[in-house]
């Protein structure tokens, strides 16, 4: 017997990102993403200024996710929204909006962790695409997070290791920073770094037990070696950005790497995903294909809109949670900090 359809929206705006989709069973109908521009200006994230952007934008946004995927509220079955990990202030726009559209569709209501929609995301169904079976490892790697968790199943995630300092969206960003680039960097690190020599310049590893990870080192190193060659030449920067950003992205990446074949070994699982901004990276890309190649293992990278913060993610796990019947009540309350599995 063919499966009833069910239609979930779905509100992402943990951060900087309002983002609204629509989604049929497995199969995204719509994904709306508006980008605040504001924060550009400042070199990073204003709290207060996403908090406010997301409020003028949420209204506008559902409204496009509906006509877009050609769905009238009244056949919505389910509200789904990021209660968290994420920024308070954006955090309770999605999750205010959410809780009051529900209540006025009569509709269920649907909780989801940010990052283990990260994760999710390769449960979305579109094609060319193989999905990843139980357990498998995911690589969770954005701009406020950076750990390896083994996924058991669906709703069943063990964390095996995370970033004890910056997160490594956090290193990319800084690093651009350093060299004057705008906010986000981390998008343009990869763009030069695709015209430059990875061993052009070196930068130390942290040295870090187990699978946990450290960022901050290496943005001072890179801090002192900007200051050194500067000082030398004026227009070092300038001069080198290409070089500069392919030896900063192949540090971070053979930091990466380094660590998610460390947790390959220890648990005896070839299958591996990565998932989050950092994952929309060409070069993590590439290193996950060649690891294919040379190392045996299964690979699974997201479509690039399914990286970066988006709502199709908070929709999968929507309709994974509405199956199992997971759902909330008005009394939910949006979450800053909220670990996988907590
Ligand atoms: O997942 P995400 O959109 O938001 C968070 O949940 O943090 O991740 C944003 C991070 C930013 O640090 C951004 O610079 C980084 O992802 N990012 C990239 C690339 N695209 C986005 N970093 C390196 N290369 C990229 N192509
Ligand atoms: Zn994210």
Redesign the pocket.
Known sequence: MEKSKKYILSIES??D?TSAAVLCNKKVLSNVVATQEIHKQYGGVVPELASRAHQQNIVPVVHQALAKANIDKKQLSAIAFTRGP?LMGSLLVGTSFAKSLALGLNIPLIEVN?MEA?ILAHFIEHDNQSIPSFPFLAMT?????TQIVKVIDHFQMEVLGQTLDD?V??A??KS?KLMGLPY????L??KYAQLGNPHAYEFPKPKVDGLNFSFSGLKTSILYFLQRETRKDPDFISKHINDICASV?YTILEILMEKLQMAVNQTGIHQVAIG???A?????RQRLKDAEENLGWSTFIPKFEY???NAAMIGIVGYLKYEKGAFSDQSIAAKARYAIGG
Request: charged share 15%; hydrophobic share 25%; with cysteine.
């Open positions: 943990s951060c990102d994420g940010h990260h790697i954005s701009g406020g997070h997160a969206g956090e990319f960003d651009a986000p960097g981390g998008p690190i990869d992205q989050g901004g950092v929309a990276n060409s070069g993590i990286c970066t913060d």
